[in-house]
């Protein structure tokens, strides 16, 4: 079974500019959620999505939103960024089925503001 | 809120030693806790989870444990070697959402 793919893996991006990052999760999983990590906040919840509806959300600004289509693929979107946006960008998905809630991991996306 | 610690911050040893990291947590109603490793500028590879009602986990040089009663659970590491060395974290689901409280995470180097 193929992993959490991400893309891009790496981007650069100018301040005042937006972004669309893109997540397919495992087939057959519906949840996806999103990360922000940085060295000085660490792993932080972004949003989770399931089946096409905005589930949990974390602490985070309105420049940050995403959305999720009917084959489960989940993509972010940042608007107007700023230097502090500069972060690894996780996605993860996992299984609704059973009581497990193991997440699966992606590469992540490093983006880069300047 | 759930809250979650971990130590040490950063871990140096020669190959060969056998190793304790540690996750404590405020929140003992867990639905599981999962460790992961992490490489530099990587994401999150799953090493091992444990359900609420259970106290351990193997696999190959790993075992995890859990106190949910005292809101603890270590990960073992046996016989370290370099490839072991990356950033290991805990994760822990708690509440309705079933979205897990991360660590900061104990940053391992194994050197020969």
């Known amino acids: 079974k193929a992993g959490v793919t991400q893309t891009p893996r790496y981007l650069i991006k100018t301040r005042g500019q937006q972004v669309t990052l893109s997540c397919s999760p495992i087939?057959?999983?519906?949840?996806v959620s999103w990360y922000q990590q940085t060295p000085g906040q660490g792993l932080q919840f972004l949003f989770e999505?399931?089946?096409?509806?905005?589930?949990n959300k974390g602490n985070f600004p309105g420049r940050f939103s995403g959305r999720q289509f009917s084959n489960s693929r989940s993509e972010m979107n940042v608007s107007t960024l700023e230097l502090g946006d500069s972060a690894l960008y996780l996605c993860a998905s996992r299984s609704t089925s059973g009581v497990t809630y193991e997440q699966y991991f992606g590469p992540g996306t490093r983006l880069t503001v300047t | 809120k759930q809250e979650v610690t971990q130590i040490p911050a950063a871990l140096s040893v020669p190959e060969g030693e056998n190793l304790v990291l540690n996750c404590s947590f405020t929140?003992?109603?867990?639905?599981?806790l999962q460790w992961f490793r992490q490489d530099p500028g990587k994401g999150l590879t799953s090493l091992l989870l444990?359900?609420?009602?259970?106290r351990e986990q193997t696999s190959g040089r790993l075992n995890a444990s859990l106190d949910k009663s005292s809101g603890r659970s270590t990960l073992y590491i046996a016989a370290s070697q370099p490839g072991d060395s990356a950033t290991y974290l805990c994760?822990?689901?708690?509440?309705?959402?079933?979205?897990?409280?991360f660590g900061r995470g104990t940053s391992l180097i194994v050197h020969p």
């Open positions: 999505y399931f089946s096409e509806t905005q589930r």
């Open positions: 994760a822990v689901p708690s509440g309705g959402s079933y979205i897990p409280t």
């Open positions: 444990i359900q609420s009602s259970q």
């Open positions: 929140d003992s109603a867990i639905y599981n």
């Open positions: 087939s057959g999983h519906r949840s």
